[in-house]
């Protein structure tokens, strides 16, 4: 099971950037997905998770500026990332769960994909 997490680039602040999270092999729709997202010098941290069931999650940094979506004619899971700000710079990574129920823990997921390296910045 692999995933590959795409879109990321260098950003304006206050712009928006979209990251696609897509699987080999399996289709996404009945798992919970998330983004995690690293700093550099910086621990591993959860941004947002999106459950079987479509429900979504947010850190409370990014709530009412990120969107997390399931495409499932495309078999994506997607990061809209808008009013973005330069502590939003990190790279950015999507992990599978092992069930339909979104966690919080990076401990709490199995298959991740390389990262895609986010840079806000002017």
């Known amino acids: 099971v692999q995933l590959q997490a795409s879109g990321g680039g260098l950003v304006q602040p206050g712009g928006s950037l979209r990251l696609s999270c897509a699987p080999s092999?399996?289709?996404?729709?009945?798992?919970?997905i998330a983004w995690f997202r690293q700093a550099p010098g910086k621990e591993r941290e959860w941004v947002s998770c999106?459950?079987?069931?479509?429900?979504?999650y947010y850190t409370d940094s990014v709530k009412g500026r990120f969107t997390i979506s399931r495409d499932k004619t495309k078999n994506t899971v997607d990061l809209l990332m808008s009013s973005v700000r330069p502590e939003d710079t990190a790279a950015y990574y999507c992990?599978?769960?092992?069930?339909?129920?979104?966690?919080?823990?990076?401990?709490?997921?199995?298959?991740w994909g390389q990262g895609t390296e986010v840079t806000v910045s002017s």
């Open positions: 992990a599978q769960g092992r069930g339909p129920l979104c966690q919080f823990s990076a401990e709490d997921f199995d298959s």
């Open positions: 092999g399996f289709t996404l729709d009945w798992y919970a």
């Open positions: 999106i459950n079987g069931g479509d429900g979504a």
